[in-house]
């Protein structure tokens, strides 16, 4: 018996780690719906919605999920009264949004756009859903419990997007800023504690720090994944 | 714990004493230095070569997992951060308690006899320290993964990844009677400044940055 000790020992530290990670896999607070067998696998090809001409391929009208009208693009916008800045990423079906309002509100989002249809999810109830063509994407936004119409425009770097985030301390910090129209809106998330972001240079996402501590932050493009998990 | 009791079995003054030296020395017929050696040594290969492993696969784990920036925290603490902190301070603090203890088996306190019940304390202390260091790890891994953002950081993810490798090899030679002597106070010593360096590099920043919260 004291021979194996020691083993018994090992056990009990793997058993113990691979519960508590079983815990952690199973009450992530947005479970993993997948995405990826959702959103259209085939044709990648950017299919613009407004492509002139007789229909290059006048059939197959009833595809379970309708390709993406757009293959890739970033839109961003704001709500009707201008209580929450969008913004919105899609690529090759797959969409991911970010909605805040620059000082104790935020969502992160992801989900799927099958046509011209927008539906992103996020925690709490987050939701956008909306259209979209190659200039603009209208639509409605919920977060905390308030819903608003949006509009929100295409829109090309450095204008767009962006995620900040350090793991440095605790559950992390992470940022979301969107530049829109020469101004930013942004959050800063400390391990549950919202405030408003501090200012980002769009032009240099290197070496970023916010007191002190370095951010790694990149544009996010539609296929990133934002929805922890 | 389903850790069965191997201290019952406390007669045997200082079951653990100077474990290499005793055991090998009493069981292989005295004199006969090379075959323990050589199998000793294949042993502490074998228990290196897994440890390696688990420390890689720890690593490449952390570094390929999608830092999930949520995770299930400890009650009664006011961050995860504060529970994860104080749970390694309780570990660092058995550490030292590791670190005394082993010296009493090894004798490096001149006139200090190692009483009976000093090899149960260092199992048990040893035990209890690394399952404290469990649910910080499995936080650190899951919910921030291997990081390099700063040289702070970086030392802990290394030092995080060595740690459960010297832990696993430290438990395979200890359950290699024949090793060679030099191995256990080794592993021993590679596992007490693997937590050190941990606990300065988290717990002491945390407290020096946040406060002594709980």
Redesign the interface.
């Known amino acids: 018996m004291k021979r194996y000790a020691p083993l018994l020992t090992v056990a009990s530290v793997a058993a113990l780690g691979l519960a508590l990670l079983m815990v952690n896999v199973n009450g992530d607070p947005a479970p993993r719906q997948e995405v990826a067998a959702a959103a259209p696998v085939a044709d990648p090809a950017p299919t613009t919605a407004l492509a002139p001409g007789p229909a290059p391929e006048p059939v197959v009208e009833e595809p379970a999920v309708a390709p993406p009208a757009i293959a890739e693009i970033a839109y961003a916008g704001r709500s009707s009264g201008n209580e929450v800045t969008v913004a919105i990423a899609v690529k090759d079906g797959r969409a991911v949004a970010y909605v805040c309002d620059g000082k104790k509100i935020e969502a992160w989002l992801d989900g799927t756009l099958e046509g011209d249809q927008l539906s992103l999810q996020g925690a709490d109830g987050a939701a956008v859903t909306g259209t979209v063509d190659e200039a603009k994407s209208l639509g409605s936004v919920s977060v905390a419990g308030k819903q608003w119409p949006y509009a929100a425009k295409g829109v090309q770097a450095p204008e767009g997007l962006y995620e900040g985030r350090s793991g440095v301390d605790e559950v992390a910090e992470r940022i979301g800023w969107i530049v829109l129209d020469g101004t930013q809106v942004g959050v800063r998330n400390a391990g549950g504690n919202l405030g408003p972001a501090p200012r980002l240079d769009p032009e240099d996402l290197d070496g970023v720090t916010v007191d002190g501590v370095r951010f790694s932050v990149t544009a996010v493009t539609g296929d990133d994944q934002v929805v922890g998990r | 714990?389903?850790?069965?009791n191997?201290e019952q079995?406390a007669p045997i003054a200082t079951?653990f004493a100077p474990p290499p030296a005793s055991s090998s020395a009493s069981t292989s017929a005295s004199s006969s230095e090379p075959p323990p050696a050589r199998t000793g040594t294949a042993g502490l290969l074998v228990a290196v070569t897994v440890g390696t492993l688990v420390s890689v696969g720890l690593g490449v784990y952390g570094r390929a997992h999608?830092?999930?920036?949520?995770?299930?925290s400890i009650a009664g603490f006011s961050?995860?951060?504060a529970a994860?902190a104080w749970l390694a301070t309780g570990a660092f603090v058995l550490v030292l308690v590791q670190l005394g203890s082993a010296m009493v088996m090894y004798g490096r306190f001149p006139g200090v006899r190692a009483p009976s019940w000093i090899g149960g304390l260092h199992?048990w202390s040893?035990?209890a320290a690394?399952?404290l260091t469990?649910?910080v790890?499995?936080?650190c891994?899951?919910?921030?993964?291997f990081?390099d953002?700063?040289p702070?950081?970086l030392l802990h993810s290394l030092f995080g990844c060595f740690f459960y490798g010297a832990?696993?090899a430290?438990?395979?030679v200890?359950?290699r009677?024949g090793s060679p002597r030099w191995s256990l106070p080794v592993l021993g010593g590679a596992l007490f400044t693997a937590l050190v360096a941990l606990w300065l590099t988290s717990s002491l920043w945390f407290f020096t940055t946040s406060g002594l919260t709980f």
């Open positions: 714990m389903t850790i069965p191997p079995r079951p999608e830092a999930a920036f949520f995770a299930v961050s995860g951060t994860k199992r040893g035990r690394v399952l469990v649910p790890a499995v936080h891994l899951y919910a921030l993964g990081q953002g700063s702070r950081v832990f696993v430290k438990m395979l200890l359950n009677p």
